[in-house]
């Protein structure tokens, strides 16, 4: 299989933690989306990453609809599910992906205003995932599943702009942050994502024309209680 792909796309990310927590052999494929290559148009009908090209040559867009392909042609990642406990766990996993453009929207706010109005539209989101989590340390008990999957990408991120800036989009939230810590230790986002991606993420989205970029320049946003594109799909 080959993810065509662009290096800090959410979406594309959300596949590829999927195939490494299956163990499925993948390549990837990085073009630029300034520059999409004619090839790339051809086989994607809405000219959006990802798309997964299948061992047999199909050409599959749109991430929930490769998320489920993934999910019914090889061995599923949680075996034994009954169909409400699946249809529960896509509900899950939605609320995660439908947030992954509201979050990048928030670390490429310009000012601390908007930094502020656009991180506060995440803060239901956490809040309903923190009165969710229990005790285990996965989303449904000691193993990675779907829906730690989707939210991996959130909480990634999330910490990468934590570490470089200072500026915690989780916040008080004991569960969620034990989570992403847990996450963070499987090493699932490390192998999720190119070699230098951490690098490509903090130039685009800590760079001066941000207000995280120049809260990381200056050593870090203020000490404060702090509100908790269309390229990919």
């Not at 670390?107 to 309903?128: C, G, I, M, Y």
């Not at 916040?171 to 230098?196: E, F, I, Y």
Request: glycine content about 6%; proline content about 6%; overall charge negative.
């Amino acid at each position: 299989m080959k993810i065509v792909s662009f290096n800090i796309c959410p979406f594309v990310q959300r596949v590829a933690a999927l195939l490494e927590a299956k163990n499925l052999p993948y390549k990837i494929e990085f073009i630029s989306l300034k520059d999409k290559p004619q090839w790339f148009l051809d086989i994607s009908p809405i000219g959006q990453v990802p798309v997964l090209i299948t061992d047999s040559g199909q050409a599959l867009f749109e991430s929930d609809a490769i998320v489920e392909y993934l999910e019914e042609a090889y061995p599923p990642l949680q075996p034994g599910l009954s169909p409400e406990e699946k249809a529960t766990n896509r509900a899950w996993s939605y609320l995660a992906t439908k947030n992954y453009l509201v979050q990048c929207s928030a670390q490429r706010s310009a000012d601390q205003t908007t930094l502020s109005e656009r991180a506060a539209k995440l803060n239901p989101v956490f809040d309903r995932i923190e009165q969710k989590l229990g005790d285990t340390r996965f989303f449904d008990g000691d193993a990675i599943g779907l829906v730690d999957v989707s939210w991996l990408v959130l909480l990634h991120r999330a910490e990468i702009i934590r570490k470089h800036s200072g500026y915690d989009f989780i916040g008080d939230r004991p569960k969620l942050k034990a989570w992403q810590s847990n996450l963070m230790q499987s090493g699932l986002a490390q192998k999720s994502v190119p070699a230098d991606f951490e690098d490509a993420f903090v130039e685009f989205y800590l760079s001066g024309e941000t207000y995280l970029g120049r809260c990381k320049a200056s050593g870090g946003c203020p000490s404060e209680k702090t509100e908790i594109a269309k390229a990919c799909c």
